[in-house]
């Protein structure tokens, strides 16, 4: 049962979060941390409990773990944790005034913009485009060969995400110049950048060169339009044509930098959670024969996939969200703690960077069955593991900033998961990869290369339509 903070205040005198040991003088916990953050911070939550402070260099962070803890992390106010205050390290990708740049007002009020273009209807169309997009690219690859598959799933959610919730033009017109901008843009998010956002490195000159390369594409296409005008029904003409509350347009710079945003939103994490959800799905044989079969099911009548087909795969679903279990691509969400907190007789202290962490959460084993082994069964009634709580499966977040692109993401996937395993069989030559610690979007480490051949049985999805 979900309770308030108050539930968790105690009448008597508060005590000291328990601390883990191990820490270096003056480094604290930040070689484990660098190294291995998940290691580190299981270590923490099997030695000292739910809630236990450490230290990385100068900042002393708190880890709440398990669904209760959870509930506390999530129901707490703007006022009381604060995601601005930690993620000052995505304004040089973002852009100033837009994002964690601005007041919380002004950022729900940017992204409310985005409301309307998640809606159903909106999202019927994208399943078309995804669709078609999933195709093509699958189609690209011939008979057999090998990919490096993040950077190929990166490749194709790039061109989704772009086509359907920026512009056509960016897919059609700045494809190439966009994608590899981008993925520079990519490239700056890192751990270290969390804690030193502007130091010179290579991958962040290499980060804000990116960003300026994509205003100035967004600004060509905006220009473009506002001279020959646009009928265009997509977000960054949502944008051009929007006004705050105040009666204010935004400018060229917000627009590009809402749009960049949401980019992100729908394209980075899905592309993460897409490859380990298809590498567990290889070693998994006899799931993937249900996936398989269940597109059979849903698609051998009409050979073509859409929206409310999409909604029916609850196979493939079950196995995406096993896969945002066991491979969480956000490993930690941090918000820092703005007025002094008590948890369960604990007090937090202001200055504190409280966290939770997906990764070692999702395989607590009072919490999961089994927890180190893929089973999206627990999924399906009458298991359903991932109900228990309202805060058991946090993957996508949760509270005031639970990513608002979650319906999105699991649409693209399962497009692209079922085009996939309807076209080709897979495999690996080498053993199950490593996750990739010095990206704060942790996917497998890269190469991360699998073998692909044509499926000797008929394809039932059709090439898609535009």
């Not at 990166?154 to 960016?170: D, F, G, K, M, Y």
């Not at 890192?190 to 130091?199: A, E, M, Q």
């Not at 051009?240 to 394209?267: C, K, N, P």
């Not at 990513?403 to 996937?413: S, V």
């Amino acid at each position: 049962m979900s309770q308030t903070a108050e539930n968790f205040k105690s009448t008597e005198p508060l005590m000291a979060m328990p601390t883990m040991g191990g820490g270096w003088p003056l480094l604290g916990h930040l070689p484990g941390f660098l190294k291995d953050p998940v290691s580190l911070l299981t270590r923490g939550w099997s030695t000292e409990g739910d809630l236990f402070r450490f230290r990385v260099g100068f900042s002393n962070f708190a880890l709440f773990t398990g669904p209760e803890a959870h509930d506390f992390y999530f129901r707490a106010g703007q006022d009381e944790l604060s995601a601005k205050a930690c993620y000052q390290f995505t304004v040089p990708i973002f852009g100033k005034g837009v994002a964690y740049d601005v007041a919380p007002e002004l950022m729900a009020e940017q992204l409310g913009f985005l409301f309307p273009a998640l809606r159903e209807a909106p999202m019927r169309r994208y399943a078309g485009i995804m669709y078609h997009e999933a195709c093509l690219y699958a189609d690209s690859l011939g008979r057999e060969g090998q990919i490096d598959l993040p950077a190929a799933l990166n490749e194709l959610t790039v061109r989704i995400a772009s086509h359907s919730l920026i512009c056509r033009e960016v897919r059609h017109e700045a494809s190439r110049e966009f994608a590899a901008a981008y993925h520079e843009l990519q490239n700056g998010i890192n751990t270290l950048g969390f804690f030193f956002p502007n130091i010179p490195t290579r991958a962040h000159r290499s980060r804000d060169r990116a960003r300026r390369e994509i205003t100035r594409i967004f600004r060509r296409i905006m220009e473009k339009r506002q001279r020959e005008g646009s009928d265009q029904q997509d977000f960054m003409q949502t944008l051009m044509e929007a006004r705050y509350r105040d009666g204010r347009a935004l400018t060229d710079d917000e627009i590009s930098g809402i749009l960049v945003t949401v980019l992100f939103a729908g394209q980075h994490t899905s592309a993460v959670l897409g490859a380990w959800t298809i590498l567990e799905l290889m070693r998994d044989t006899a799931y993937l024969a249900r996936v398989r079969e269940e597109i059979g099911n849903l698609y051998s009548d009409t050979g073509c996939v859409d929206f409310a087909t999409l909604k029916q795969q609850n196979i493939l679903e079950y196995a995406i969200r096993e896969g945002e279990r066991l491979h969480p691509p956000l490993i930690m969400l941090i918000r820092k703690v703005t007025k002094p907190l008590e948890y369960d007789g604990y007090e937090i202290p202001v200055g504190t960077l409280a966290m939770v962490s997906p990764a070692v959460s999702h395989r607590l084993e009072h919490v999961f069955s089994d927890p180190e082994r893929f089973n999206p069964d627990r999924y399906a009634p009458p298991a359903r593991e991932d109900k228990q709580h309202h805060y058991t499966l946090i993957g996508f977040g949760g509270g005031k900033h639970r990513c608002m692109g979650k319906a999105f993401a699991i649409l693209q996937l399962k497009v692209i998961l079922a085009v996939f395993f309807d076209r080709f069989d897979f495999s690996f030559d080498s053993s199950f990869p490593l996750p990739n610690y010095r990206s704060w979007v942790t996917g497998p480490v890269e190469p991360c290369r699998i073998n692909y051949r044509r499926r000797s049985e008929p394809s039932i999805l059709k090439t898609g339509m535009t």
